[in-house]
């Protein structure tokens, strides 16, 4: 199976939300619909 590539931006977004806004890996990788280890 393919790997997917994510947009600098949709990286740059993900790591935002953990760090600025305090949101936990897995609930951000649930929140953007993509796995915690992606």
């Not at 953990?18 to 897995?26: H, Q």
């Not at 951000?28 to 992606?38: C, F, N, P, Q, Y």
Request: aromatic share 8%.
């Amino acid at each position: 199976m393919a790997r997917r590539e994510y947009s600098e931006e949709f990286r740059r977004d993900a790591v935002k939300q953990v760090i600025e806004n305090g949101y936990g890996i897995i609930e951000t990788a649930e929140r953007l619909g993509v796995h915690h280890d992606s």
